[in-house]
Nanobody, 116 residues
């Protein structure tokens, strides 16, 4: 089955850390550009971090220096390491893939809540 499955969300305190994981079907992952998006209540979905097949990265200004996107090609996994979390990071986080066949895929999302 062609899919993206996120995990690792949950509750964190301000200043804390979480690591999100995205398991991808090989047919999607191989040669794909990967990214993490997020959507907070009442807001539009926004790009958080992107990682191309050529290992180029891009980050939203709001997370630069705090979040790191990475991939493990042997395991078909993408990660988002989030540190120095802020309440405004609270959102549903989605894994996204743009495959080498120009198809788009989304995961089901994982909730991240930053609160004391």
């Amino acid at each position: 089955q062609v899919q993206l499955v996120e995990s690792g969300g949950g509750l964190a305190q301000p200043g804390g850390s979480l690591r999100l994981s995205c398991a991808a079907s090989e047919i999607i992952f191989r040669g794909a550009d990967m990214a993490w998006y997020r959507q907070a209540p009442g807001k539009q979905r926004e790009l958080v971090a992107g990682l191309t097949r050529g290992e180029s990265t891009t980050y939203a200004d709001s997370v630069k220096g705090r979040f790191t996107i990475s991939r493990d090609n042997a395991k078909n996994m993408v990660y988002l390491q989030m540190s120095s979390l802020k309440p405004e990071d609270t959102a549903v986080y989605y894994c996204y893939a743009f495959s080498r066949r120009s198809a788009e895929y989304w995961g089901q999302g994982t909730q991240v809540t930053v609160s004391s």
